[in-house]
């Protein structure tokens, strides 16, 4: 599975901004999916996760009422709406998938030598 991520940029607090995942390669509805992000200076962390068919998603507490994950399977593209961004949102960000059948759990407890991941975009929040 290839993970092409895009939308990232340059974003007002308390603006808005939409990350896009396009998918290629393998059965894209067979994957959980989730973001990350590397803050500077920092290690990679959990942002969200979503089930194969959408109905399930998990977020870190840090996200949780601003940012929504969804995706949608006909387009085999996973999306990250970020509402009310603030300036310690910024990182890279980077999508990942799950190896295949593999639960939504597994998402949150991905590190990058599981399953496959994207080549991230950088997201800067100005204050």
């Known amino acids: 599975v290839q993970l092409q991520a895009s939308g990232g940029g340059l974003v007002q607090a308390g603006g808005s901004l939409r990350l896009s995942c396009a998918a290629s390669g393998g059965t894209f509805s067979s994957h959980c999916m989730g973001w990350f992000r590397q803050p500077p200076g920092k290690e990679r962390e959990f942002v969200a996760a979503?089930?194969?068919?959408?109905?399930?998603?998990w977020y870190a507490d840090s996200v949780k009422g601003r940012f929504t994950i969804s995706r949608d399977n006909g387009k085999n593209t996973v999306y990250l709406q970020m509402n009310s961004p603030k300036p310690e949102d910024t990182a890279v960000y980077y999508c990942?998938?799950?190896?295949?059948?593999?639960?939504?759990?597994?998402?949150?407890?991905?590190?990058?030598?599981?399953?496959?991941w994207g080549q991230g975009t950088q997201v800067t929040v100005s204050s």
């Open positions: 990942a998938a799950a190896p295949p059948e593999a639960p939504i759990v597994v998402v949150t407890r991905m590190g990058p030598e599981v399953g496959y």
């Open positions: 979503i089930s194969w068919s959408g109905g399930s998603t």
